[in-house]
């Protein structure tokens, strides 16, 4: 026989889980929702011939090594398209960009702060090489219009990132 105290527990267990298993059928979580699209594309540039390990990436058209040009710091003789990445901006969580599939030698963390005032999207962003954070910023991207970011050396070549919003 069960002893009214227990029951009482036991009951009030079973009512709070049947009671939280319904709010979470009922509601959908606001965090989830999809706020954007970013997509992450990662270039190297060098001034020296590249070796034979670059030959397995491609060439960079001219449209982008133009655009990069254009800008001292990231004015380079080579360009090499490493990868990309397109990924959805959920409204309270964290993101990875992987532009180099299957490797995780650079990943991309982002996470929403929300719309700025002028219709871009605010974002906590970091840079990771080797499981170790690089560089970490609070760019605000908008469509259309990409962040072209310095990054460090890699394989004697500088590494270039453009993040840039890319639809809902």
């Known amino acids: 026989m069960i002893k009214p105290r227990v029951f009482h527990?036991?009951?009030?267990?079973?009512a709070t889980a049947f009671y939280t298993s319904a709010d979470?059928?009922?509601?959908?979580?606001?965090?989830?929702?999809?706020?954007?699209?970013?997509?992450?594309?990662l270039y190297i540039g060098s001034d020296s011939e590249l070796g034979e390990w670059a030959e397995k990436y491609a060439v960079v058209d001219q449209k982008t090594t133009a655009a990069l040009s254009n800008i001292k710091q990231m004015k380079f003789t080579h360009y090499r398209k490493l990868g990309a990445d397109i990924q959805p901006v959920f409204r309270s969580y964290e993101n990875w960009l992987a532009p180099i599939k299957p490797s995780d030698e650079i990943l991309l963390s982002?996470?929403?702060?929300?719309?700025?005032?002028d219709g871009g999207l605010r974002l906590d962003f970091e840079f990771w090489q080797h499981r170790q954070k690089i560089m970490q910023m609070n760019p605000v991207l908008y469509a259309g219009?990409?962040?072209?970011?310095?990054?460090p050396r890699w394989r004697g070549c500088r590494m270039i990132i453009a993040v840039e919003l890319v639809g809902k």
């Open 110 to 117: 982002y996470e929403s702060r929300g719309q700025s005032a």
């Open 9 to 14: 527990t036991i009951a009030a267990i079973l």
């Open 24 to 41: 979470v059928e009922g509601n959908t979580d606001k965090g989830k929702e999809v706020v954007g699209k970013i997509k992450a594309t």
């Open 145 to 151: 219009k990409p962040l072209l970011i310095l990054g």
